[in-house]
């Protein structure tokens, strides 16, 4: 199983990113999607989720902000992201989770990507 996101790079604060993640060699579809951030020092905090079917659920901080979305066929998982702020810099994880609860917690997901980091500036 892989996950590999693309996308991270540097903007200013009150710029768009938009994050990308392709999914492969996971043999079925009883999954969800999750998008996670993490900075030194810090833990790794759940930022969006989203099921097969579309729902979705975001951090407090991110809502209204950032937006998942995917596209199923291509197995291909997105986060917008826009008016960023310097407290959004982090490393940017995309994961598969089969549990059945649907919930924002790292634990909950068993695949991870490598990560792509995100750097906003003021």
């Known amino acids: 199983v892989k996950l590999v996101e693309s996308g991270g790079g540097s903007v200013q604060a009150g710029g768009s990113l938009r994050l990308s993640c392709i999914l492969s060699?996971?043999?079925?579809?009883?999954?969800?999607w999750g998008w996670f951030r993490q900075s030194p020092g810090k833990e790794r905090e759940g930022v969006a989720i989203?099921?097969?079917?579309?729902?979705?659920r975001y951090a407090d901080s991110v809502k209204d902000r950032f937006t998942i979305s995917q596209d199923t066929t291509e197995k291909t998982v997105y986060l917008e992201m826009n008016t960023l702020k310097p407290e959004d810099t982090a490393m940017y994880f995309c994961?598969?989770?089969?549990?059945?609860?649907?919930?924002?917690?790292?634990?909950?997901?068993?695949?991870w990507g490598q990560g792509t980091q995100v750097t906003v500036s003021s």
């Open positions: 994961a598969i989770s089969s549990s059945v609860v649907f919930d924002l917690d790292p634990a909950l997901f068993t695949y």
């Open positions: 060699g996971y043999r079925t579809d009883a999954y969800y």
């Open positions: 989203i099921n097969r079917a579309g729902y979705t």
